[in-house]
């Protein structure tokens, strides 16, 4: 069990931001990774088609022999996790509980700002999960939806992309947030332009690496982990649209994509 792979999965490319942290921290690990670029985004759809969509990848991963699962996706964790927790046979981790914990051990002043999709916005989660672990926590929350086609467009620092932030981080920047959780896959490839938005003082949450040392821990605690000697494999699905998935992926991931196999669900 220990050198078998962990599952990965998103609505489509995005979470490969959350397997690049994953494949720094465990480099000894072998990942199946699922990217359902059939039916992304997932941001705009109804919690109930999320949840869905979510619980097919993970009928598939459990099926494809996987340990454990990590939900990328930072709308699948708002709408699905406790859903996928109740009916998975394997551990599953979110993405949501890693940020908050980290927003809330970085605030100074208790006043946290958190960027996402309509939906994880909506849904409520990143503020319930930051109250639960400081009731008295002043949480603003903004969905910020036209950052995913800009960040797959690759203007990660165009003028556009800088326009549009500045539109969306002005109330955060006027409650004068200390910490800025990047609630969505997308995002940490926005830090350096959001950081410039933001100005000093602001410390931005990456939820990609916040989850990879959560999923760290929880391996090592279930005694999951694969052996140091392990030669790990990275294997690559996605529902639709290898070819897109390989370039812009690349970019998101830091290296090539050797692996592609594609499986439409549902
Ligand atoms: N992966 C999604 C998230 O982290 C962003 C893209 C989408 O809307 O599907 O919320």
Redesign the pocket.
């Known amino acids: 069990m220990n050198a078998a792979p962990l599952g990965i999965f998103?609505?489509?490319i995005?979470?490969l931001t959350v397997a690049r942290a994953l494949f720094e921290r465990l480099p000894q690990e072998s990942v199946i990774y699922f990217g359902d670029t059939a039916r992304?985004?997932?941001?705009?759809k109804s919690p109930d088609t999320v949840r869905r969509y979510s619980a097919e990848i993970l009928a598939y991963l459990v099926q494809r022999g996987v340990k454990a699962v990590v939900v990328?996706?930072?709308?699948?964790t708002?709408h699905a996790l406790p859903h996928l927790q109740a009916r998975s046979s394997v551990p599953v981790v979110g993405?949501i509980e890693p940020g908050a914990r980290a927003a809330v051990a970085a605030t100074k002043t208790g006043k946290i700002g958190v960027i996402?999709?309509a939906?994880?916005v909506a849904s409520g989660a990143y503020e319930r999960a930051i109250r639960a672990l400081r009731p008295s926590a002043d949480v603003h929350s903004q969905p910020c939806p036209l950052f995913?086609p800009l960040v797959e467009e690759g203007w990660f620092d165009h003028p556009a992309t800088e326009l549009i932030a500045r539109e969306y981080l002005d109330p955060l920047r006027r409650a004068g947030v200390d910490v800025l959780v990047l609630?969505?896959?997308?995002y940490p490839l926005l830090k350096p332009l959001l950081a410039r938005v933001l100005g000093e003082g602001v410390s931005l949450i990456d939820s990609a690496a916040e989850t990879a040392k959560e999923v760290t821990r929880e391996l090592a605690a279930r005694g999951l982990d694969a052996p140091a000697a392990n030669a790990p494999e990275h294997l690559f699905v996605v529902s639709d649209d290898e070819l897109h998935f390989r370039k812009v992926g690349a970019r998101f991931l830091g290296e090539k994509l050797q692996k592609v196999e594609v499986v439409p669900l549902g």
Do not use: E, K, L, Q
């Not at 992304?40 to 705009?44: A, E, I, L, N, T």
């Not at 609630?183 to 997308?186: E, Q």
């Open positions: 998103d609505s489509g995005g979470g992304v985004p997932y941001g705009p990328a996706c930072n709308t699948s708002a993405v996402g999709t939906g994880t995913v609630g969505c896959t997308h």
